[in-house]
């Protein structure tokens, strides 16, 4: 068997470790004579798999009893509606930083349910800078701020954490888990699990527990935070194995030590990329240099001819996943937490190799 290297976007890369776990407890989960796909939710075994999960994720985070954590469904496209839902109260507005293509398709969802006051955009330089907070229009009586700590699609990471008045909202579907993170400094932290903690299937939403019991009344039981809370997560069934599979990966964090550890390793996978991008006359990344993603490197090659060859002949080497968003065409290499240095190493010495060939 060979595995090959992915750098896709999401779903993404996974632990080789973690597959090999789910794999030997495929058809037996610890001697129970069952898949653990094939138990019901509330049996003890599920339940303490979710439990397991979520304990070793406030400690990997070293998150305050003052915070919830929900396993959701739905993606984070679907906390795009759940967030003004749940946090608006009697308020009639929201504020939002337009840092690339997700936080616009958050903003576009919010505009359903309140006035959106878009704080700062960083649109006139297409998406390549992050604005400084002292240029931010914060908006009068703001239920919330929200932002995109890491933008998946442009490759732009805040290196900093706004400070806001408000309750500050995050979509951190790129980023959770690359890095330490201070969760006290948030109101609301959401996202997908298929880039950094797990399989498609799962959404984690981190919520202050004083903001829970603000949702509107229309507010779908099943967006409605506080519902989740008070049912631990289960109010309908939920997405049992990939909880399972997030688990096995929280783990594997934790072995490997922890998010210290984690980022340290991330920043040297980056650096050594943006390097190789950076010397050479063939490949760029536009991306101002104080907000270059750790998580998603978008490059381009000096000729967009060559494109579909380096696609062709990366792919032949075991290099998968390379094609850069359709909104901004060139690569995109994305170098989560399971995509190891081995990996960043070969794309390195493959870019290099097709260059002296076609540069
Ligand atoms: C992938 C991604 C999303 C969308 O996630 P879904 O789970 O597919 O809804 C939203 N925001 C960011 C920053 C992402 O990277």
Known sequence: MTRCYNFCAGPASLPESVLETARDEMLDWHGKGLSLMEMSHRSPEVVGVAERAEQTLRDLLGMSDDYAVLFLQGGASTQFSAVPLNLLGDKGRADYVNTGQWSKKAIAEAKRYCDVNVAASSEDTNFSTIPPQDSWQLGADAAYLHYTPNETIGGVEYFWT??????????????????????????????????????????????????????????????????????????????????????????????????????????????????????????????????????????????????????????????????????????????????????????????????????
């Open 162 to 359: 706004p400070r806001v008045q408000v309750p500050l909202v995050a979509d951190m579907s790129s980023t959770i888990l690359s890095r330490p993170l201070q969760v006290d400094d948030f109101g609301v932290i959401y996202a997908g699990a298929q880039k950094n903690i797990g399989p498609a299937g799962l959404t984690l939403v981190i919520v202050r527990r004083d903001l829970l019991g603000r949702a509107d009344a229309k507010c779908p039981a099943m967006l409605n935070w506080q519902t989740a809370a008070d049912n631990d997560s289960m109010y309908n069934t939920p997405p049992t194995y990939a909880l399972y599979l997030s688990g096995l990966v929280f783990d594997w964090l934790q072995r490997g030590g922890g998010l210290e550890a984690m980022g340290a390793t991330n920043r040297r996978k980056a650096q050594k990329l943006y390097g190789a991008i950076d010397d050479s006359a063939f490949y760029a990344n536009p991306v101002e240099l104080a907000s270059r993603s750790l998580m998603n490197v978008p490059f381009t090659l000096a000729d967009a001819a060559l494109d579909k060859l380096f696609l062709q002949e990366s792919e032949a080497a075991g290099l998968l996943n390379l094609k850069g968003h359709r909104s901004v065409g060139g690569m995109r290499a994305s170098i989560y937490n399971a995509v190891s240095e081995a990996a960043v190493d070969a794309l390195i010495a493959f870019m290099q190799d097709f260059e002296q060939r076609n540069g």
